[in-house]
C-alpha cells in the first residue's frame, strides 16, 4: 500500500532533524536510512518548502468551500447514504453556482480523485461490500485452438462475412439488490451500511450484439401473466420484446421467439448469404427447435465450448460487465434519492438509461469481437489472458496503522466540539454554535471597550474573520442540505406519478413487443374516453329534456300576464 504525503513528510522531517544533528551526514546516506526520495529531501536541506506549502492560488473551491462540502458528505453518512465520486462531483457544482451563478464552472472527474486525495485527514474511501472473486477456471490450451480452428473454418465454408457475425446471451438482474460501492466517510469510520431494497425479483434480458455495430433491442423476460400498462409508460425502446415466464428465466419456447425476434431486426442488414450466432451451452440453446428455427432463417449456429464464456464470448468479456455496472449506478442513484422500494415497474423506468450508457459507445461491438480474438482472428489474445489468469497472485499487505484527525472525536466525527479557547489569536474557524457564540461574544465586547478608547487589537480582526468564515461554511452547507431535499421530494413525486399510473391488464399470457403494448394501451385510452363520453352524453340528454320542459312551462306561465298570483305560479309549475 503506497504511504501517505503526511507520513512520506514526517519521514523527510527526521531525516533532515538527523543531517542538522550530524553535519557530516549526506543526503543520500540519509534518504537510504529513512526511505524517502533522495531529490526531495536534498531540495529540503537546501530550503525548498513541502509541496503542500506550496500552490493553492488557482483552485477551484476555496476553504471555506472545502469544509462546507466535507460537512455536507458527514451529513450524508449519517443519514446511512454516504457519498460516492458522483455525489462530490455535483456537490462541488452546486457549490460553484452558489458562488459564481455560472453553470459553466465545474469541476471533473479528475478534479474529484484530486479533492479526495487532500482530504485525508479527513476521509477515506470504504467499500460497503467485498468484491466477489473472479472466474478463474482453468482450461487446455489444445481445447482453445481447436475452438479457434473450427470457427474460422465455419466461417470460410458457409462465406460467412465479419459484419454478419452475432453473439447473444441472458443475463439476469435482481431489480432491487445493490452492491457495495467505494464511499466517503469520516477518517474514524470502520464499516459502512447502506439501505438495500431487497427485491430480489430477477428480470432476464437477452443481449446482443454484432461485428457490424448493428442494434438489436433487448428480449426481456419476466415472472408472471399479465402485461400491465404502467410498464410501457416510459422511455423504453419500442423495438423491446417483452415475454413471460414461470420462473422468469428463459425456456425452450422463449429461446425460439427470441430467434424471430432477432431475425426481424438482421434479415435486412444481412450483406452476405447467411449470418453465424455465437451462444453458450444454456439448455434453450440447443432444442431441436431452436436449432431447426436457425437453419430455416440461414443463421448458422456456433456454440462456444463450456465453461469458457468468460474468456470466448464478446458479451460476457466486454459488454456484461459495463451493463451491471451502469445498472447498479442507477439503482444506487434511486436509492440515494430516497427509494426504499423498488418494483418491476421501477425497473422498467429506468432500464432504457442504464442500457444507452452501456451502448452509447459504437465501437464496443468491434472491441468486444477483438478481446475474444474471434475478429480478426487472434487466439494469442485468449492464451495471453489465461496465463495472466494462472499467474495471479495477491500478496497481502499488513494495514498501516491510521492516526486519527486531530479535529474529530471518533464520539461525533462531525460535530466535536473544540477545547476553550484562552489565546483568541489562536482562535480557529468555530465548528459548533457554542464555539461561534463565543467568538461573538469576545467581537462583541471589544467593540463595547472601544467606545471606552481602548483600542482593537488584531487579535479580534482575527476572531472576526474566523467567525465569518464559520458562518459562510453553515449558509453553503444549510444550502447544498436544502438542495438535496428538493432532490429527494422530485424523486418522490415521480415515484408516486409512476405507481398511480394504471394497472389495468394490456394482454395476458405470451410475447408483446413495446411499440404494439403502446398502440394498444393508445387504442384502449381512445375507446374509455369514448365510453365515458357516452355515459356523459346520456346524462347530459335527460337534464337537458328536463330543462327545455321547465322553459315551456316558464313561457307558458308568463303569457298568462303579469296579475297572476304568486299561488297560481306556484300551481303553473307543478
Given at each position: 500500500?503506497?504511504?501517505?504525503?503526511t507520513?512520506?513528510?514526517?519521514?523527510?522531517?527526521?531525516?533532515?532533524?538527523?543531517?542538522?544533528?550530524?553535519?557530516?551526514?549526506?543526503?543520500?546516506?540519509?534518504?537510504?536510512?529513512?526511505?524517502?526520495?533522495?531529490?526531495?529531501?536534498?531540495?529540503?536541506h537546501?530550503?525548498?518548502?513541502?509541496?503542500?506549502?506550496?500552490?493553492?492560488?488557482?483552485?477551484?473551491?476555496?476553504?471555506?468551500?472545502?469544509?462546507?462540502?466535507?460537512?455536507?458528505?458527514?451529513?450524508?453518512h449519517?443519514?446511512?447514504?454516504?457519498?460516492?465520486?458522483?455525489?462530490v462531483?455535483t456537490?462541488?457544482?452546486?457549490?460553484?453556482?452558489?458562488?459564481?451563478?455560472?453553470?459553466?464552472?465545474?469541476?471533473?472527474?479528475?478534479?474529484?480523485?484530486?479533492?479526495?486525495?487532500?482530504?485525508?485527514?479527513?476521509?477515506?474511501?470504504?467499500?460497503?461490500?467485498?468484491?466477489?472473486?473472479?472466474?478463474l477456471?482453468?482450461?487446455?490450451?489444445?481445447?482453445?485452438?481447436?475452438?479457434?480452428?473450427?470457427?474460422?473454418?465455419c466461417?470460410?465454408?458457409?462465406?460467412?462475412?465479419?459484419?454478419?457475425?452475432?453473439?447473444?446471451?441472458e443475463?439476469?438482474?435482481?431489480?432491487?439488490?445493490s452492491?457495495?460501492?467505494?464511499?466517503?466517510?469520516?477518517i474514524?469510520?470502520k464499516?459502512?451500511?447502506?439501505?438495500?431494497?431487497?427485491?430480489?425479483?430477477?428480470?432476464?434480458?437477452?443481449?446482443?450484439?454484432?461485428y457490424?455495430?448493428?442494434?438489436?433491442?433487448?428480449?426481456?423476460?419476466?415472472?408472471?401473466?399479465?402485461?400491465?400498462r404502467?410498464?410501457?409508460?416510459?422511455?423504453?425502446?419500442?423495438g423491446?420484446?417483452?415475454?413471460?415466464s414461470?420462473s422468469?428465466?428463459?425456456?425452450?419456447?422463449?429461446?425460439?421467439k427470441?430467434?424471430?425476434?432477432?431475425?426481424?431486426?438482421?434479415?435486412?442488414?444481412?450483406?452476405?448469404?447467411?449470418?453465424?450466432?455465437?451462444?453458450?451451452?444454456?439448455?434453450?440453446?440447443?432444442?431441436?427447435d431452436?436449432?431447426?428455427?436457425?437453419?430455416?432463417?440461414?443463421?448458422r449456429?456456433?456454440?462456444?465450448?463450456?465453461?469458457?464464456t468468460?474468456?470466448?464470448?464478446?458479451?460476457?468479456?466486454?459488454?456484461?460487465?459495463?451493463?451491471?455496472?451502469?445498472?447498479?449506478?442507477?439503482l444506487?442513484k434511486?436509492?440515494?434519492?430516497?427509494?426504499?422500494?423498488?418494483?418491476?415497474?421501477?425497473?422498467?423506468?429506468?432500464f432504457?438509461?442504464?442500457?444507452?450508457?452501456?451502448?452509447?459507445?459504437?465501437?464496443?461491438?468491434?472491441?468486444?469481437?477483438?478481446?475474444?480474438?474471434?475478429?480478426?482472428?487472434?487466439?494469442?489474445?485468449?492464451?495471453?489472458?489465461?496465463?495472466?489468469?494462472?499467474a495471479?497472485?495477491?500478496?497481502v499487505t499488513p494495514?498501516?496503522?491510521?492516526?486519527?484527525s486531530?479535529l474529530i472525536?471518533?464520539?461525533?466525527?462531525a460535530f466535536?466540539?473544540?477545547?476553550?479557547q484562552?489565546?483568541?489569536?489562536?482562535?480557529?474557524?468555530p465548528?459548533?454554535?457554542?464555539?461561534?457564540?463565543?467568538?461573538?461574544?469576545?467581537?462583541?465586547?471589544?467593540?463595547?471597550?472601544?467606545?471606552?478608547?481602548?483600542?482593537?487589537?488584531p487579535?479580534?480582526?482575527?476572531?472576526?474573520?474566523?467567525?465569518?468564515?464559520?458562518?459562510?461554511?453553515?449558509?453553503?452547507?444549510?444550502?447544498?442540505?436544502?438542495?438535496?431535499?428538493?432532490?429527494?421530494?422530485?424523486?418522490?413525486?415521480?415515484?408516486?406519478?409512476?405507481?398511480e399510473?394504471?394497472g389495468?391488464?394490456?394482454?395476458?399470457?405470451?410475447?408483446?413487443?413495446?411499440?404494439?403494448?403502446?398502440?394498444?394501451?393508445q387504442?384502449?385510452?381512445?375507446?374509455?374516453?369514448?365510453?365515458?363520453?357516452?355515459?356523459?352524453?346520456?346524462?347530459?340528454?335527460?337534464?337537458?329534456?328536463?330543462?327545455?320542459?321547465?322553459?315551456?312551462?316558464?313561457?307558458?306561465?308568463?303569457?298568462?300576464?303579469?296579475?297572476?298570483?304568486?299561488?297560481?305560479?306556484?300551481?303553473?309549475?307543478?
Amino acid at each position: 500500500m503506497p504511504r501517505k504525503t503526511t507520513q512520506i513528510e514526517s519521514q523527510i522531517e527526521t531525516a533532515l532533524a538527523a543531517m542538522d544533528a550530524n553535519p557530516f551526514l549526506k543526503p543520500s546516506v540519509a534518504a537510504r536510512d529513512y526511505a524517502v526520495p533522495y531529490r526531495t529531501l536534498l531540495r529540503r536541506h537546501n530550503g525548498g518548502k513541502p509541496s503542500n506549502s506550496r500552490g493553492g492560488h488557482n483552485k477551484k473551491l476555496n476553504s471555506v468551500q472545502d469544509q462546507a462540502l466535507r460537512d455536507y458528505i458527514f451529513m450524508l453518512h449519517g443519514c446511512g447514504t454516504p457519498a460516492n465520486l458522483e455525489t462530490v462531483l455535483t456537490g462541488a457544482n452546486r457549490l460553484l453556482f452558489y458562488s459564481t451563478g455560472d453553470l459553466k464552472q465545474t469541476v471533473s472527474r479528475r478534479w474529484v480523485k484530486r479533492w479526495i486525495q487532500r482530504q485525508s485527514e479527513y476521509l477515506k474511501t470504504l467499500k460497503s461490500k467485498p468484491i466477489s472473486a473472479k472466474r478463474l477456471n482453468s482450461h487446455k490450451v489444445e481445447e482453445i485452438e481447436e475452438h479457434f480452428k473450427a470457427f474460422q473454418k465455419c466461417k470460410d465454408y458457409w462465406g460467412i462475412q465479419d459484419t454478419d457475425i452475432y453473439n447473444f446471451d441472458e443475463t439476469g438482474f435482481q431489480i432491487g439488490v445493490s452492491t457495495g460501492e467505494k464511499v466517503l466517510v469520516p477518517i474514524d469510520c470502520k464499516a459502512v451500511y447502506t439501505a438495500d431494497p431487497e427485491n430480489r425479483e430477477l428480470i432476464t434480458s437477452v443481449e446482443t450484439i454484432g461485428y457490424g455495430g448493428h442494434m438489436v433491442p433487448p428480449f426481456i423476460i419476466f415472472s408472471g401473466a399479465y402485461h400491465l400498462r404502467r410498464n410501457f409508460k416510459n422511455n423504453i425502446d419500442e423495438g423491446i420484446t417483452m415475454a413471460r415466464s414461470d420462473s422468469g428465466y428463459s425456456n425452450d419456447k422463449l429461446g425460439v421467439k427470441y430467434l424471430k425476434h432477432f431475425d426481424d431486426f438482421t434479415r435486412s442488414k444481412t450483406v452476405g448469404l447467411y449470418r453465424m450466432l455465437l451462444f453458450d451451452g444454456h439448455g434453450s440453446h440447443l432444442s431441436q427447435d431452436f436449432i431447426d428455427c436457425c437453419w430455416q432463417r440461414r443463421i448458422r449456429p456456433f456454440q462456444l465450448p463450456p465453461h469458457s464464456t468468460h474468456l470466448l464470448q464478446p458479451l460476457d468479456v466486454a459488454v456484461f460487465q459495463s451493463l451491471k455496472h451502469n445498472f447498479q449506478k442507477e439503482l444506487r442513484k434511486q436509492i440515494t434519492l430516497g427509494a426504499r422500494e423498488v418494483s418491476r415497474h421501477d425497473f422498467f423506468a429506468f432500464f432504457q438509461s442504464f442500457h444507452d450508457k452501456t451502448f452509447k459507445n459504437p465501437r464496443i461491438h468491434k472491441r468486444a469481437f477483438e478481446k475474444t480474438g474471434l475478429i480478426p482472428l487472434n487466439p494469442l489474445r485468449v492464451l495471453e489472458k489465461m496465463r495472466e489468469y494462472r499467474a495471479i497472485e495477491r500478496p497481502v499487505t499488513p494495514p498501516l496503522a491510521r492516526h486519527s484527525s486531530p479535529l474529530i472525536l471518533s464520539s461525533s466525527p462531525a460535530f466535536n466540539t473544540p477545547p476553550l479557547q484562552l489565546d483568541w489569536e489562536q482562535f480557529q474557524t468555530p465548528l459548533t454554535i457554542r464555539s461561534r457564540k463565543r467568538g461573538v461574544e469576545y467581537i462583541r465586547k471589544r467593540q463595547f471597550d472601544a467606545l471606552d478608547g481602548i483600542p482593537l487589537t488584531p487579535s479580534v480582526i482575527h476572531v472576526s474573520n474566523k467567525v465569518e468564515k464559520a458562518s459562510e461554511a453553515s449558509i453553503l452547507s444549510g444550502a447544498l442540505a436544502t438542495h438535496r431535499l428538493y432532490d429527494l421530494a422530485t424523486a418522490e413525486t415521480a415515484r408516486k406519478k409512476l405507481k398511480e399510473e394504471s394497472g389495468k391488464v394490456v394482454q395476458k399470457y405470451g410475447e408483446i413487443r413495446v411499440y404494439q403494448a403502446r398502440l394498444d394501451i393508445q387504442q384502449d385510452e381512445a375507446d374509455e374516453k369514448e365510453v365515458i363520453n357516452m355515459r356523459d352524453k346520456r346524462i347530459q340528454k335527460v337534464w337537458r329534456k328536463k330543462f327545455i320542459q321547465v322553459i315551456r312551462e316558464l313561457n307558458q306561465v308568463l303569457e298568462q300576464g303579469p296579475n297572476l298570483r304568486e299561488v297560481d305560479i306556484i300551481k303553473g309549475w307543478e
